[in-house]
Nanobody
């Protein structure tokens, strides 16, 4: 079955950087879009970024210019480079397989999720 395992979270000061990784197994990784979502305490899970099999990327407005999503199909891994972190970026970050942009422009998530990795940004 599909397994997604995130890593790379931690505690960082505002203005700092982290790189998250998500290793996938049980799937033909190269043909799937991959994405990142996050959920802060008391809030709904929200879209952060996605990358298609062809390398097209899409970002939430709140992270544009600061976060970069990338993938390595040889390693079945998707990354999220997070720079200029802010306290409001504090959340559990989840990897998701096969997110997509709908015809209305909204992002719908795929069916498979990782267990999440905690990112805490101190002020």
């Amino acid at each position: 079955q599909v397994q997604l395992v995130e890593s790379g979270g931690g505690l960082v000061q505002a203005g700092g950087s982290l790189r998250l990784s998500c290793a996938a197994s049980g799937t033909i990784f190269s043909i799937n879009a991959m994405g990142w979502y996050r959920q802060a305490p008391g809030k709904q899970r929200e879209f952060v970024a996605l990358i298609t099999s062809g390398g097209w990327t899409n970002y939430a407005d709140s992270v544009k210019g600061r976060f970069t999503i990338s993938r390595d199909n040889g390693k079945n891994t998707v990354y999220l480079q997070m720079n200029s972190l802010k306290p409001e970026d504090t959340a559990v970050y989840y990897c998701n397989q096969d997110p997509a942009v709908t015809t209305t422009g909204k992002i719908r998530n795929g069916d498979y999720w990782g267990q999440g990795t905690q990112v805490t940004v101190s002020s």
